[in-house]
């Protein structure tokens, strides 16, 4: 198994420019979730889904769009970036489990906006 | 709306020593985990806690729960350098299997 993984590694923006942050998982979890982190702070939630089909906000969406099609893959769209949305993004699984909600991250995308 | 807060956020110590890592928690919750970020690199995790009282050890770190107490502690026992990174708690708040962070506590484990 692959785990969660991310692409592209590394992007430069330029303000005003959008991108789609790819973000898949094999091991089958309902659950998938983006997060973004600041440097030395910890994670904010930006979009979740608990399955195809479904998603909603977490705590700082603004800028931001996700779509889920698959159970797979969870892709997150910078619309009309900005230097604030400037962060390492992290994207995460969990399965449907009746009790507790390990999460396994992907290695994250670097994104610069100048 | 839960707060996690952990402390301290910054940790040196030398290797040999011991020391521990609070982290509290604002609402109601017996899930908390704990995970280890090396500089650069992604979250992995290292505890997850299910119950009051849990206990779990790997190492030289041991994480307890108290949900009435809403707090977690990562304790670590005789540091080596290789556990310098930072460590996060993230607590379960029940919607949605959300998890909120702590700020990280940022260790530095020194010769």
């Known amino acids: 198994n692959a785990g969660v993984t991310q692409t592209p590694k590394f992007r430069i923006l330029k303000i005003g420019q959008s991108m789609t942050l790819q973000c898949t998982q094999d091991?089958?979890?309902?659950?998938m979730y983006w997060y973004r982190q600041d440097p030395g702070m910890g994670l904010k939630l930006i979009y979740y889904?608990?399955?195809?089909?479904?998603?909603d906000k977490g705590e700082v969406p603004n800028g931001y769009n996700v779509s889920r099609s698959t159970t797979e893959d969870f892709p997150l769209r910078l619309e009309l970036a900005a230097p604030s949305q400037t962060s390492v993004y992290f994207c995460?699984?969990?399965?449907?489990?009746?009790?507790?909600?390990?999460?396994?991250f992907g290695p994250g995308t670097r994104l610069t906006v100048l | 709306e839960l707060k996690v807060e952990q402390n301290p956020l910054f940790l040196s110590m030398q290797e040999g020593k011991n020391y521990t890592i609070y982290c509290n928690y604002s609402?109601?919750?017996?899930?908390l985990y704990w995970y280890r970020q090396d500089p650069g690199k992604s979250l992995e995790s290292l505890f997850v806690?299910?119950?009051?009282?849990a206990v779990k050890q790997e190492g030289r770190l041991m994480a307890s729960l108290d949900t009435k107490a809403r707090l977690s502690t990562l304790h670590i026992t005789a540091a080596v350098h290789d556990l310098s990174a930072t460590y996060f708690c993230?607590?379960?708040?029940?919607?949605?299997?959300?998890?909120?962070f702590g700020s990280g506590t940022q260790l530095t484990v020194l010769p």
């Open positions: 806690l299910l119950s009051n009282g």
């Open positions: 609402t109601t919750s017996d899930r």
């Open positions: 995460a699984s969990s399965p449907r489990l009746a009790g507790g909600n390990e999460q396994f």
């Open positions: 993230a607590v379960d708040g029940g919607s949605a299997r959300q998890l909120t």
């Open positions: 091991m089958n979890h309902n659950y």
């Open positions: 889904s608990v399955g195809a089909g479904i998603t």
